[in-house]
């Protein structure tokens, strides 16, 4: 039975009728009380298990369902044929076959009877096919069938008839499935369709299984062997032909409901391609499937829309076919409003409506408990119209179960529609006071539901409001129960329910919620394969709604998050881990609560480079062409946009090489004819590119070799490049090798005298070049020619070309020359042209070879001439046809020599005579350098040096000066030095406050050289510096300061003293202004300094860092006399071990050992009463070493072979405390008022740096010199 037709009964199953479940409520509620049933209250009949139409292979097949509902219990019967069949069952009515029936005997239509005292229901009609078991007829083996690569064949099956059309398995002897593509198809009769073969189409095995799913049956047809042998012939193409179906219109008759299978089986070669179209509509690609690679067109639950014209092409390369199909849709009858089961009081009307659509347009005819109602008494409280049965006034004995059906001539439909007429008290049936929830936008359907015959009057009011009826957007349902749409925040209240003319009422609480919603809904994302790609699902809820859930869902299945795979964020969002392709498709992304949900969809695109191409095929194969074809691999969501091919040419017997492209095509090119060599042997292979990237190659084709053949050009830049004047040396580019296209490859060379035509042609043969042709003479012109040739034949007759035997060198030298003055830099070179027997050669052109001898000399007075040396020789190489030419960069004031010779491939000849001329003065070029000096606040002395180019003699120099006023120019005052030699001049009576533009120009007689400009100003005198920054350390303080713009260095000295000291100021070393650093060292911590400058009246107050010094109470402790008494045994100490130490360095090398012995002992007799004389003769005799006079020292030293000898310090001096200070001690300045005593600081030391112009010394941790 038809989809269509089974429709209804599944709507009928689902349609309980709202009488029966509220019955059944009812007998729920009764229990608990609530209200009151009659004990006695009856059930119609409800079928609820439908028969189904089938067929049976055997007894235990028959099988009828027929499952009901009712009270009393209903009894079942069946009708077969319109007859009475078997007796009636009670309890269940499911028919099945006796053990010892005949099984064709069950085969009819049959309907299914349920009945009790209420009424009659009525199953649908089925039908009950009866037959055997499907079997094979014996069958002969079939012989091997001979086919050629390129035919086409149809391999038929042609399974056992039945009733059920069996499944068709194409498969081997090892139960492999035959691989389908394009070029191997099955039809819907189940054959097996070649639309061209090829050799490894051959095999013994092609079996045909007939799966008969209903028999549990699978029956294999007789192998098919077939033999496809390859043509030594080229297989030609043709244009595509259609194997199924046949001819070029057909036409299909279809039930709405149904599925329609279009199917376009061609043949051709190459394997032709199919497209499917509708007459002036698109194919909707969510309706309509192609399978079987294109070859079937597929209609899933065919609607009346789907009517029309549809059309399949097939086309290759030579052709194309197409077949036209006319579809009509009709449909077996579909319910569009049928009757509900219902409670009626006596007196009641009663309007049953039944409506049904179909093609044709079925017919309605009515029926009461099964038998039609054209058989029943009339009545006249019934009228019928089409699709309408209306009962007036009726009464108890109408209780009935009423039959509609729609007949058309493709079936037929029924319901059943049960009337109770009865009579009972009014009563609500919903609890009071419940409370409903719902989110703003929603529908909420507000209970009240209520048990009466006749049907009570149910009204709604709003609390504090008024009707609900009198708002739009509430409507009443028919079993009371109030509907309103489109909840918003105002429809929140308490509403009333009441039921009339009962005083009976019931309220119930609306509370309206924000509305669940997605606010940054899934996008649709294009992610390459092996990325990651997160899908955004961000949403809203109602504070009072808590946890809501999130579900993914893939293609409309849930995605589990326990895997690794995807990840669902707290925000909503999804995220799927590496990407790959089967992970495309449509997301949706649902936010549930237990009131509502929102749901939003995108989708992945997962993008990668495409699938290899695959089934590279040869076909039309040649000498000296093939075709190639092939089918393209998965796309990968992103469209091909050609195919590269790729070829690797093997020479014989040359072995590998290497795969190279040599073509692309676009992407609607699938074959390619390739033009190829002979004598080669290739191999091919295709690669798919889209925008993502190239696909790997296919899997490389069979090889092909094509035969060898003559050689079919001659080698090109035939020519002769002869060195030797009494040979000609003949050479040519070699052929490549794919253009040997054969074995023993050589090449022909024919050579005459071209003087003479009559000539025979000389020739020889080599495999390469060159080739070369002895006593020839010099330059002898000859007719050449190089054939390629190999042991096929030779190539095409080649065209004559004229060399020439080897060249000497030219024998004449150009006469005449001459030269005329152009401008002071360049001339004219003329000459008279050599014979043409001279050159014997091809004359290349003349050299003019130039040499400049120096600068002229002159006599008359001035600066001597400062030019660069001679230069080198310049070779100019002028064009055979030019008998002049212009020389030019020459130098001013500069003699020249010049020769001309010819010249050709062997070289130069004879020059001419030596011509020589001069060039004239030139203006001089720029001064070398110009610097500046000020010697006082006016003046400005510029220094400067020659021009490097003088082009001439120097006669003077021509100075100017301005002077820079901003906003405006001034006049420039101009002083002409006459006097050559003079390389500085000072400029008077300059502004102190402005600066100049100078310009500097040497000048000769030709005029005045380009000047040298710069710009200067005098220096102001030099001072103090009156801002100085100080950085106190605990021993040292750091003075900078900023030195003056445009100010001569100023010597100056620093004077500082302790504020709480009363000695003398101290004076730093001489310090140059243009320094911006200096660093006073020697400084006690924690000690206030009074620092000065010198000469100036800057005065400055710093403190040094660490902890002051404090005083000690008065004791002897403290008394000069202990501290000098502590202090001189200590230095005795120290000297001692210095002593010790010295003589254990020295031993007996030491020259003065034994005087130094002595000494020791004596001062060891008499060290009890005079140590500390000793002590002060040594420091009195180093203190006669001072540092002002450093050389008599070291003679001290030297001579008398000290103790100073042998330390390490010039300056050996100590602190009170005994420690070491010697190479911290400063110079004393010769001019410096005061000294130190054994407790007083240590003067500052500053090496000396020498300032630009006077020597005065500098600190030695400066660190910004002079500007």
């Not at 091997?144 to 009733?163: I, K």
């Not at 590279?616 to 796309?635: C, F, N, Q, Y």
Request: aromatic content about 8%; glycine content about 6%; overall charge negative.
């Amino acid at each position: 039975m038809p989809p269509a037709q089974r429709q209804p009964a599944g709507r009928r199953g689902q349609n309980r009728t709202h009488l029966h479940l509220l019955l059944l409520f009812l007998s729920v509620l009764q229990t608990q009380g609530y209200i009151q049933i009659p004990p006695d209250f009856k059930e119609a009949p409800t079928i609820t298990t439908q028969p189904k139409s089938h067929t049976a292979f055997s007894l235990d097949d028959v099988n009828l369902a027929c499952e009901a509902t009712g009270n009393p219990t209903p009894s079942f019967r069946w009708v077969k044929d319109g007859k009475q069949f078997g007796e009636v069952l009670l309890k269940s009515g499911s028919l099945t076959a006796g053990p010892d029936e005949e099984l064709k005997s069950y085969q009819g239509s049959y309907r299914c009877y349920v009945a009790n005292e209420l009424g009659t229901a009525v199953s649908d009609l089925v039908h009950l096919i009866t037959e055997s078991i499907p079997t094979l007829a014996r069958e002969r083996k079939q012989e091997r069938r001979p086919f050629v690569e390129g035919e086409s064949t149809v391999l038929y099956c042609n399974p056992p008839r039945s009733s059920v059309a069996p499944k068709i398995h194409w498969m081997d002897k090892q139960l492999h499935h035959i691989p389908l593509s394009e070029r191997v198809t099955i039809s819907l009769d189940g054959n097996l369709y070649f639309a061209n073969l090829i050799v490894n189409d051959s095999r013994e095995d092609f079996t045909c299984n007939a799966h008969y799913t209903t028999a549990s049956v699978i029956l294999p047809k007789e192998p098919i062997a077939i033999n496809v042998t390859d043509s030594n012939l080229v297989v030609k193409s043709r244009r595509p032909q259609l194997l199924q179906p046949t001819g070029s219109h057909s036409s299909y008759l279809v039930l709405r409901g149904q599925t329609l299978t279009l199917e376009c089986i061609p043949e051709g070669l190459p394997t032709p391609e199919v497209h499917w179209e509708l007459v002036d509509s698109p194919l909707s690609p969510s309706h309509v499937r192609k399978l079987h690679y294109g070859r079937w067109l597929q209609i899933e639950s065919v609607l009346e829309t789907d009517d029309g014209e549809y059309i399949c092409t097939a086309k290759n390369s030579q052709g194309s076919v197409r077949h036209h199909y006319n579809v009509t849709v009709e449909a077996a009858p579909y319910w569009t409003k049928w009757p509900e089961d219902q409670l009626y009081a006596p007196g009641e009307t009663v309007k049953l409506q039944c409506q049904a659509n179909g093609i044709p347009t079925p017919n309605i005819t009515w029926s009461i408990n099964g038998v039609p109602i054209t058989d029943t008494d009339l009545d006249p409280r019934r009228h019928m119209s089409p699709g309408t049965l209306t009962l007036h006034n009726v009464q108890y004995s109408d209780t009935a179960v009423y039959q509609c059906m729609a007949t058309n001539k493709h079936g037929n439909i029924l319901i059943n529609t049960h009337i109770h007429v009865v009579e009972l008290p009014a009563q609500i049936l919903t609890a009071d006071g419940l409370e409903y929830s719902a989110s703003a936008g929603k529908t909420v359907l507000l209970k009240c539901r209520t048990f009466a015959s006749p049907l009570p009057k149910v009204d709604w009011e709003i609390v504090n409001i008024g009707p609900a009826l009198a708002n739009p957007k509430m409507s009443q349902m028919t079993d009371g129960s109030l509907k309103i749409s489109n909840v918003s925040k105002e429809d929140s209240n308490i509403y009333k329910c009441s039921v009339k003319p009962s005083n009976m009422s019931i309220s119930a609480e609306l509370k309206v919620l924000n509305r669940t919603k997605i606010v940054d809904p899934p996008q649709d994302l294009h992610v390459l394969r092996g990325n990651d790609a997160v899908l955004q699902c961000k949403y809203t809820v109602d504070h009072k709604l808590k946890d809501p859930t999130v579900q993914w869902k893939k293609d409309g299945h849930k995605i589990t998050t326990s895997y690794d795979k995807y990840t669902v964020y707290p925000d909503g969002s999804l995220k799927v881990t590496d990407v790959q392709m089967k992970d495309t498709g449509i997301y949706s992304c649902e936010i549930s609560t237990k009131h509502d949900s929102d749901s939003a969809t995108g989708s992945i695109t997962v993008q990668d480079k495409p699938a290899s191409p695959t089934s590279l095929e040869l076909s039309e194969k040649t000498d000296r062409s093939v075709t190639l074809s092939w089918i393209p691999g998965a796309e990968n969501n992103s469209p091909v946009s050609e195919y590269v091919l790729e070829m690797k040419e093997e020479q014989v017997p040359a072995g590998s090489s290497r795969w190279k492209k040599f073509q692309t095509v676009p992407h609607d090119v699938k074959h390619l004819e390739v033009i190829l060599q002979p004598y080669s042997t290739y191999h091919f292979r295709v690669s798919a590119v889209n925008a993502i990237g190239r696909s790997e190659p296919s899997p490389p084709s069979d090889s092909y070799s094509t035969p060898a053949a003559r050689p079919e050009m001659n080698p090109e830049n035939v020519t002769t490049v002869s060195t030797d004047p009494n040979s000609m040396v003949i050479t040519w580019k070699e052929l490549e090798r794919q253009h040997f296209n054969g074995p023993g490859l050589k090449y022909k060379i024919y050579w005459r005298q071209s003087s003479d035509r009559d000539l025979h042609w000389k020739e020889s043969s080599v495999s390469n070049p060159p080739f070369i042709v002895n006593d020839t003479g010099t330059f002898i012109p000859f007719e050449i020619k190089v054939q390629a040739a190999n042991d096929l034949g030779a190539g095409p007759e080649p065209v004559a070309k004229i060399g020439y035997s080897g060249e000497d060198l030219p024998l004449e030298a150009p006469s005449q020359v001459s030269v005329v003055e152009l401008n002071k830099t360049a001339v004219t070179v003329r000459w008279s042209p050599v014979s043409t027997e001279s050159v014997r050669g091809h004359l290349l052109g003349y050299k003019i070879h130039l040499r400049r001898k120096g600068p002229r000399t002159h006599s008359r007075r001035g600066l001597a001439i400062r030019s660069p040396a001679a230069d080198k020789n310049r070779v100019i190489e002028v064009p055979g046809h030019k008998l002049e030419e212009v020389v030019s960069d020459l130098q001013f004031y500069s003699n020249y020599t010049l020769t001309v010779a010819p010249f050709n491939s062997r070289g130069e000849g004879p020059h001419s005579k030596v011509y020589h001329f001069s060039t004239p003065e030139g203006a001089p070029g720029p001064v070398s350098s110009l610097t500046f000096e000020s010697p006082s606040e006016t003046e400005v002395t510029l220094h400067w040096e020659p021009p490097h180019k003088p082009n001439g003699v120097i006669t003077g120099y021509l100075l100017q000066h301005q002077e820079i006023v901003p906003g405006s120019s001034s006049p420039r005052l101009v002083e002409t030095i006459d006097l050559p030699a003079v390389t500085e001049y000072t400029v008077k009576n300059l502004d102190p406050q402005s600066h100049y533009l100078f310009y500097l120009s040497a000048c000769n007689t030709a005029g005045n050289g380009e000047p040298i400009i710069s710009q200067s100003a005098t220096l102001l005198d030099g001072e103090p510096p009156s801002v100085i920054n100080m950085t106190a350390g605990e021993t040292s303080v750091n003075l900078s300061w900023v030195p003056g713009d445009r100010h001569r260095n100023f010597a100056f000295r620093f004077r500082y003293i302790q504020k709480s000291d009363g000695g003398q100021w101290e004076e730093s070393e001489q310090v140059n202004s243009t320094q911006a650093f200096y660093q006073l060292q020697g400084l006690n911590p924690g000690v206030w300094y009074l620092l000065q400058i010198w000469p100036g009246n800057t005065s400055l107050a710093f403190k040094t860092n660490g902890p002051e010094l404090q005083e000690l109470p008065s004791s002897f402790a403290t008394q000069g006399w202990f501290i000098g008494l502590i202090s001189a045994m200590i230095l005795l100490l120290l000297v001692l071990l210095i002593l010790c130490y010295i003589k254990k360095s020295k031993g007996g090398k030491y020259s003065v050992k034994d005087k130094e012995e002595g000494q020791v002992d004596a001062g060891a007799r008499t060290m009890k009463d005079d140590a500390f004389g000793e002590y002060r003769s040594l420091e009195s005799d180093n203190e006669k070493c001072s540092i002002s006079q450093p050389s008599v020292c070291e003679s001290k030293r030297s001579s008398n072979d000290s103790l100073a000898d042998y330390g390490d310090s010039v300056d050996i001096q100590f602190n009170e405390d005994g420690s070491f200070i010697g190479q911290y001690s400063g110079r004393r300045d010769p001019h410096t008022h005061g000294g130190h005593d054994s407790s007083s600081a240590t003067s500052p030391v500053n090496p000396n740096m020498p300032p630009p112009s006077i020597s005065f010394p500098t600190s030695v941790t400066g660190i910004l010199g002079p500007n």
